[in-house]
């Protein structure tokens, strides 16, 4: 593909990003090892946030953290019902 003939650069100079025409042999495992390190740090991450999730009102309805929250999970909030909401709005019309 295009560009022509790769020119003469110097060698003595570094670049965090690898250089002029970087190809490195090992991008594959270089990129698993960077993956798994940032599941490793997003799994801690959620794991402590779920585990020190606090709500100070009840969900109008069901909501995803329901599925992995600590206080959902051991039964101290629930969803309020929906139908409780709506009779309560048509009483102050």
Same mark, same amino acid.
């Given at each position: 593909?295009?560009?022509?003939?790769?020119?003469?650069?110097?060698?003595?100079?570094?670049?965090?990003?690898?250089?002029?025409?970087?190809?490195?042999?090992?991008?594959? +495992?270089?990129?698993?090892?960077?993956?798994?390190?940032? !599941?490793?740090? %997003?799994?801690?991450?959620?794991? $402590?946030?779920?585990? &020190?999730?606090?709500?100070?009102?009840?969900?109008?309805?069901?909501?995803? +953290?329901?599925?992995?929250?600590?206080?959902?999970?051991? !039964?101290?909030? %629930?969803?309020?019902?929906?139908? $409780?909401?709506?009779? &309560?709005?048509?009483?102050?019309?």
């Amino acid at each position: 593909m295009g560009g022509g003939a790769r020119y003469p650069y110097p060698k003595d100079v570094w670049s965090p990003a690898g250089g002029w025409w970087t190809r490195p042999s090992n991008w594959k +495992s270089n990129l698993g090892i960077i993956s798994a390190g940032a !599941g490793l740090i %997003v799994y801690g991450v959620w794991s $402590w946030s779920a585990k &020190h999730e606090q709500r100070m009102r009840a969900p109008m309805r069901a909501i995803p +953290s329901m599925n992995w929250a600590k206080e959902f999970k051991e !039964g101290k909030v %629930v969803a309020r019902d929906e139908g $409780w909401v709506d009779s &309560h709005h048509d009483s102050h019309h």
